[in-house]
């Protein structure tokens, strides 16, 4: 098993801190370090690295503020789910296997669980698990990185509405089940109805917010 590095401690440690944050707010390279106790270099590794992937703006001789999201961003995010999650579950439909199914029902199990205890970051970190094992079985990391990227977004743009909503469960459910009777055609469409419907979740949320 290959050694977590510092910066990758880092990363995944100011995705939970970020997740917590208002759009806008300010972080210091220099306290999260301290916070965290990992050296600055790491450290600024990782907000660079959340910078390249949109989730943190760096603004010179000032900081890193959060992102802000809007209908635009949301729209284009979601846009890149449906272009491309459909077309890997295509290229790898047959070569799913049981243990790919039994890991993808963990994080649906994983999902209910804090669905049942309002864990909105909790919630959302196993659904990108679960559609992420697609991508696993897919082996192209470019694909892998990409999707980690975009979803990973989604926690923070999360952030503005504060609410899991139930429908991801059952659509899950639904999904699994289409995979486990290899029915692709189905199981297509569920995937794609599935997005559109989480899209229009968020933008619903974004109205509530801004009232």
């Known amino acids: 098993m290959s050694k977590i590095t510092l910066g990758e401690k880092a990363y995944e440690a100011l995705k939970k801190k970020v997740a917590t944050m208002e759009s806008g707010a300010h972080l210091s390279v220099r306290s999260f370090a ?12 990782a907000f660079l690295r959340m910078e390249r992937e949109g989730t943190l703006r ?7 503020f959060v992102q802000g999201y809007d209908f635009t961003s949301v729209i284009h995010y979601y ?17 799913l296997t049981d243990d790919d199914i039994g890991e993808m029902k963990s994080h649906l199990d994983a999902c209910k669980n804090a669905l049942a205890e309002k864990d909105c970051e909790g919630f959302v970190r196993h659904d990108i698990a679960f559609h992420s094992v697609i991508f696993t079985r897919y082996g192209n990391p470019w694909f892998s990185n990409l999707y980690e990227s975009i979803r990973t977004q989604n926690m923070y743009f999360s952030k503005e509405n504060q609410a899991v909503s139930s429908f991801a469960i059952e659509d899950h459910v ?29 933008l619903a949320g974004f109205v509530q917010y801004m009232k």
């Open 34 to 45: 301290k916070e965290i106790g990992i050296g600055y270099t790491p450290v600024r590794e």
């Open 79 to 95: 846009q890149v789910r449906e272009c491309v999650e459909p077309f890997v579950l295509k290229q790898v439909f047959a070569q």
């Open 174 to 202: 639904q999904l699994l089940d289409a995979i486990r009777k290899k029915d692709e055609a189905r199981a297509q469409e569920l995937l794609i109805v599935h997005i559109n419907k989480a899209r229009s979740k968020v």
């Open 58 to 64: 760096q603004i010179p001789n000032v900081g890193f």
